[in-house]
C-alpha cells in the first residue's frame, strides 16, 4: 500500500487521512486546521482542499 495518496486515488481503505502537502507545492498557510484531516471510505476519492480547490496529498493518520 502507497504511504501517500493524491487528489483523485481512490482510497485503499476506510478511515482517518490527514493533509500531507499540495500537490503543486504551493503556500500550505491558507489550508485550515479542520480541512486537514478527512473522512473516507474504502473506495472513495481523495478530495482537493475544500477552501481553494487545489490538490493535495494526502497520508493515513
Not at 500500500?1 to 487528489?7: H, N
Not at 504551493?26 to 480541512?35: A, F, P, Q, W, Y
Request: glycine letters at 10%.
Amino acid at each position: 500500500m502507497a504511504d501517500r495518496f493524491k487528489t483523485g486515488e481512490k482510497a485503499p481503505e476506510k478511515g482517518t487521512y490527514q493533509f500531507d502537502g499540495l500537490v503543486d507545492g504551493g503556500s500550505e498557510n491558507d489550508v485550515t486546521e479542520d480541512e486537514k484531516h478527512i473522512e473516507l471510505e474504502n473506495g472513495d476519492q481523495f478530495p482537493p482542499i475544500r477552501s481553494n480547490k487545489e490538490a493535495a496529498y494526502w497520508k493515513k493518520a
